[in-house]
């Protein structure tokens, strides 16, 4: 695997319509808002990372980014633990790119680097806060196994409920998704 991008970022004056209501957004809504932890575009305004590869197909990079922002922004989810869930993606993928843009979005929600350093690893931080330990245990368990026992599912929704669970779910597939997204368009390499 090359470690290349393959996909040429596109810049903003060359995008047709439809590609320009993902690039708005994308750079204009709640990603953009807020303290900036890190670039989604780079100095000539083209997308970044996982976020350039949705524009190749409009119907679809809106609706995979629109998934993005309502798991970021809009799940029961706390910040900390969100933020734990994505690092473990991110370790569990080998992704370069989610590592370092949610090392600093983590840095931001209260994230050590000790922490941190550890989940670069694939080890489990001792976290204080059961709710936090039980979001990265399931997502330890849904990367190697892509399932959960009766147990596990019933210990999952105690500490974070079905929501929250289901929220889970749907951010380590978003993020596994991304990552793969970044190993095809972008370079990454395993």
Same mark, same amino acid.
């Given at each position: 695997?090359?470690?290349?991008?393959?996909?040429?970022?596109?810049?903003?004056?060359?995008?047709?319509?439809?590609?320009?209501?993902?690039?708005?957004?994308? $750079?204009?809504?709640?990603?953009?808002?807020?303290?900036?932890?890190?670039?989604?575009?780079?100095?000539?305004?083209?997308?970044?990372?996982?976020?350039?590869?949705?524009?190749?197909?409009?119907?679809?990079?809106?609706?995979?980014?629109?998934?993005?922002?309502?798991?970021?922004?809009?799940?029961?989810? @706390?910040?900390?633990?969100?933020?734990?869930?994505?690092?473990?993606?991110?370790?569990?993928?080998?992704?370069?790119?989610?590592?370092?843009?949610?090392?600093?979005?983590?840095?931001?929600?209260?994230?050590?680097?000790?922490?941190?350093?550890?989940?670069?690893?694939?080890?489990?931080?001792?976290?204080?806060?059961?709710?936090?330990?039980?979001?990265?245990?399931? $997502?330890?368990? !849904?990367?190697?196994?892509?399932? !959960?026992?009766?147990?596990?599912? *019933?210990? *999952?929704?105690?500490?974070?409920?079905?929501?929250?669970?289901?929220?889970?779910?749907? !951010?380590?597939? +978003? +993020?596994?998704?991304?990552?793969?997204?970044?190993?095809?368009?972008?370079?990454? @390499?395993?």
């Amino acid at each position: 695997m090359g470690a290349r991008a393959r996909l040429a970022g596109l810049p903003p004056g060359e995008l047709d319509d439809e590609q320009t209501k993902v690039y708005r957004a994308i $750079t204009g809504g709640p990603r953009a808002a807020g303290p900036q932890a890190f670039a989604l575009t780079d100095g000539e305004g083209r997308l970044r990372g996982p976020f350039n590869a949705m524009l190749l197909s409009p119907p679809v990079g809106l609706a995979v980014q629109a998934l993005g922002s309502a798991v970021r922004y809009g799940s029961v989810l @706390g910040g900390r633990a969100r933020e734990l869930a994505i690092l473990a993606v991110a370790a569990h993928w080998n992704s370069a790119f989610e590592r370092e843009a949610h090392e600093a979005v983590g840095r931001l929600a209260g994230l050590t680097g000790p922490e941190m350093a550890a989940l670069r690893t694939g080890a489990a931080p001792g976290l204080a806060d059961p709710g936090e330990r039980a979001v990265l245990e399931t $997502t330890g368990r !849904l990367l190697r196994h892509g399932a !959960l026992s009766d147990e596990e599912y *019933a210990e *999952a929704v105690s500490a974070v409920g079905e929501r929250g669970l289901f929220e889970l779910t749907t !951010l380590v597939g +978003y +993020y596994s998704a991304l990552a793969l997204q970044l190993r095809v368009f972008a370079g990454e @390499g395993p």
